[in-house]
């Protein structure tokens, strides 16, 4: 045991320096972790470690499910839901189908039901890997949350698809009709349990005496008990953690009213999802060679064929999908030819952003060893190595040329979108207004008695100056631009400068830790009013 965990630390390690290089190449990072993964396969007397099917499930997709649904803008997703639905179900069932069909005709033996459970792994894009990939890339908000949305609601649907298919191919027994009607149910009844449980952890975070660390820790345990709850009745764990992260995220603004939470919350759970990420491909690098052992009646050429061909399948069939979900609509509806024509370059860039990652690569593995009847599951080897390859080729082809692609077309923004800086300056002067009305209308006379009040009000009045200039430099010419860069600047410099004195005051015995940590939570809170918060 002590000798896996000091492997699996080394390998963490490794990929941590894996991904650095990719930051420094500008490269997506789950590029290289599937290189990894790859790369760990290969290593000579590199020991086996499998964790059980269940737990490989359990682990790692609620919090992964969660993450994405909480930094999922509910206003952008109600906004573009009919492209968001008809790729979220409507893509998923497409490709699952097929899918289905066509590796079931070309794999010998690899029957129907099979087809559907691989179908249900692969249908899914992956949010991170989309998104990391676009980072930094001029790409139309309109492209860039079809594709997040999409990324949220496939996982639970194409989860679904794979649970159905599992089901039937442990039992022998499939009804369309009856998996159909409990296919609604099990969605449903998920999506109610995860609100009712998100309604219970809301009422924890708001009404309860919770701290900083109590409140982190329990968005570190929500996805597992709405997702365990919902799993306990029956019902689709997915849709509860999706549903119950979309309410919890809507309403963080009530739940969690201190920077420190805000803060805290953001570094555990980019750390939390950035390890799981790679833990996930160190494990199938792991468990890799004994996949390959472990095909069976198929070779390892037979198997990357096999992973190619699908591969190339769920590229086209996203093609085939997206052009005309995104134009039929606009002949058959008045209502929707007035919004903005997408053309051609939006579907495109949304078309070639199918990567697969690591949910599928998660779900792949949660496939059980054995049936019910204690005989070894059908082709489990081929499908975890199929999926493995069909990530490989999505992650590296896709992923590599997306950003010359979007580079080659000059895609530009087709709806009227109110610039970032615009926003969080305008933010900014609403909320100083806001303070200031109030310092003003309930504090008129501590503004005169109290010195540090009105310093306080001075300090809003000047606020509420400088919003206002910056409002008004972003429609002037460049000049008055490079003023405010300058001038955002100046104050990093000087928030670094403060930073370095902090240091200092450590090695004095006048001031505490703890007041030090408190200048330096302030001085974070200042540079992420400038910076903006990191994604």
């Known amino acids: 045991m002590h000798n896996n965990l000091l492997l699996i630390l080394s390998l963490l390690f490794a990929v941590f320096l894996?991904?650095?290089?990719?930051?420094?190449?500008?490269?997506?990072?789950?590029?290289?972790?599937?290189?990894?993964?790859?790369?760990?396969?290969?290593?000579?007397?590199?020991?086996?470690?499998?964790?059980?099917?269940?737990?490989?499930?359990?682990?790692?997709?609620?919090?992964?499910?969660?993450?994405?649904?909480?930094?999922?803008?509910?206003?952008?997703?109600?906004?573009?839901?009919?492209?968001?639905?008809?790729?979220?179900?409507?893509?998923?069932?497409?490709?699952?189908?097929?899918?289905?069909?066509?590796?079931?005709?070309?794999?010998?033996?690899?029957?129907?039901?099979?087809?559907?459970?691989?179908?249900?792994?692969?249908?899914?894009?992956?949010?991170?890997?989309?998104?990391?990939?676009?980072?930094?890339?001029?790409?139309?908000?309109?492209?860039?949350?079809?594709?997040?949305?999409?990324?949220?609601?496939?996982?639970?649907?194409?989860?679904?698809?794979?649970?159905?298919?599992?089901?039937?191919?442990?039992?022998?027994?499939?009804?369309?009709?009856?998996?159909?009607?409990?296919?609604?149910?099990?969605?449903?009844?998920?999506?109610?349990?995860?609100?009712?449980?998100?309604?219970?952890?809301?009422?924890?975070?708001?009404?309860?005496?919770?701290?900083?660390?109590?409140?982190?820790?329990?968005?570190?345990?929500?996805?597992?008990?709405?997702?365990?709850?919902?799993?306990?009745?029956?019902?689709?764990?997915?849709?509860?953690?999706?549903?119950?992260?979309?309410?919890?995220?809507?309403?963080?603004?009530?739940?969690?009213?201190?920077?420190?939470?805000?803060?805290?919350?953001?570094?555990?759970?980019?750390?939390?999802?950035?390890v799981m990420n790679a833990v996930v491909f160190i494990l199938i690098g792991l468990e890799l060679p004994e996949i390959i052992n472990g095909l069976g009646e198929y070779s390892i050429a037979q198997g990357i064929k096999y992973g190619l061909l699908i591969s190339g399948i769920i590229i086209l069939l996203r093609f085939l999908w997206v052009f005309p979900a995104t134009h039929i609509p606009r002949w058959l509806?008045?209502?929707?030819?007035?919004?903005?024509?997408?053309?051609?370059?939006?579907?495109?860039?949304?078309?070639?952003?199918?990567?697969?990652?690591?949910?599928?690569?998660?779900?792949?593995?949660?496939?059980?060893?054995?049936?019910?009847?204690?005989?070894?599951?059908?082709?489990?080897?081929l499908i975890i190595f199929i999926t493995f390859i069909t990530i490989l080729i999505t992650l590296v082809v896709q992923g590599l040329t997306l950003p010359l692609i979007i580079k080659l077309i000059n895609i530009k923004e087709i709806e009227e979108i109110i610039p970032e800086d615009e926003q969080q300056t305008g933010i900014n002067l609403r909320l100083s207004s806001v303070a200031l009305s109030r310092l003003r209308d309930k504090y008129a006379l501590e503004i005169h008695e109290n010195e540090l009040v009105t310093i306080l009000k001075a300090n809003l009045e000047h606020e509420i100056a400088s919003s206002q200039q910056r409002l008004a430099s972003l429609e002037c010419d460049t000049t008055q631009i490079e003023k405010v860069e300058d001038y955002r600047k100046i104050l990093l410099d000087i928030y670094a400068a403060q930073r370095i004195e902090l240091f200092q005051l450590r090695k004095e015995k006048y001031f505490s830790d703890k007041e030090i940590r408190k200048a330096e939570l302030q001085l974070d809170l200042n540079e992420m009013k400038i910076r903006g918060i990191p994604s």
């Open 333 to 381: 509806s008045a209502e929707v030819r007035k919004e903005p024509n997408p053309g051609w370059k939006n579907p495109l860039v949304i078309s070639w952003a199918g990567m697969r990652g690591v949910v599928s690569l998660a779900t792949a593995l949660s496939i059980p060893m054995l049936m019910n009847d204690g005989t070894p599951f059908p082709h489990r080897n």
């Open 18 to 274: 894996l991904v650095m290089l990719a930051q420094k190449m500008k490269i997506a990072y789950p590029i290289f972790l599937v290189l990894a993964g790859l790369v760990i396969s290969f290593i000579p007397g590199i020991p086996i470690i499998k964790l059980k099917p269940d737990l490989v499930f359990l682990i790692f997709l609620p919090p992964l499910l969660y993450e994405a649904a909480w930094y999922t803008s509910w206003k952008d997703f109600w906004k573009w839901k009919r492209p968001i639905t008809l790729l979220a179900f409507g893509l998923v069932f497409f490709t699952s189908t097929l899918v289905a069909y066509f590796s079931s005709s070309i794999i010998p033996s690899f029957t129907l039901a099979l087809g559907f459970l691989l179908g249900g792994i692969i249908s899914p894009p992956d949010a991170v890997a989309a998104t990391t990939v676009l980072k930094g890339l001029e790409v139309p908000r309109r492209v860039l949350t079809t594709l997040e949305g999409e990324s949220l609601v496939n996982d639970a649907s194409s989860l679904i698809v794979f649970r159905f298919a599992l089901a039937a191919i442990l039992t022998g027994t499939f009804s369309f009709q009856a998996a159909a009607g409990q296919f609604i149910i099990v969605a449903t009844m998920g999506v109610v349990v995860g609100l009712a449980g998100a309604h219970l952890m809301y009422a924890i975070h708001r009404f309860l005496p919770t701290t900083p660390a109590i409140d982190v820790a329990l968005t570190v345990m929500t996805p597992y008990i709405l997702f365990l709850t919902a799993e306990q009745f029956h019902y689709s764990g997915v849709m509860a953690v999706v549903s119950g992260g979309l309410f919890l995220s809507f309403r963080s603004h009530k739940v969690f009213s201190t920077a420190t939470t805000r803060i805290n919350m953001l570094g555990v759970w980019t750390t939390m999802i950035f």
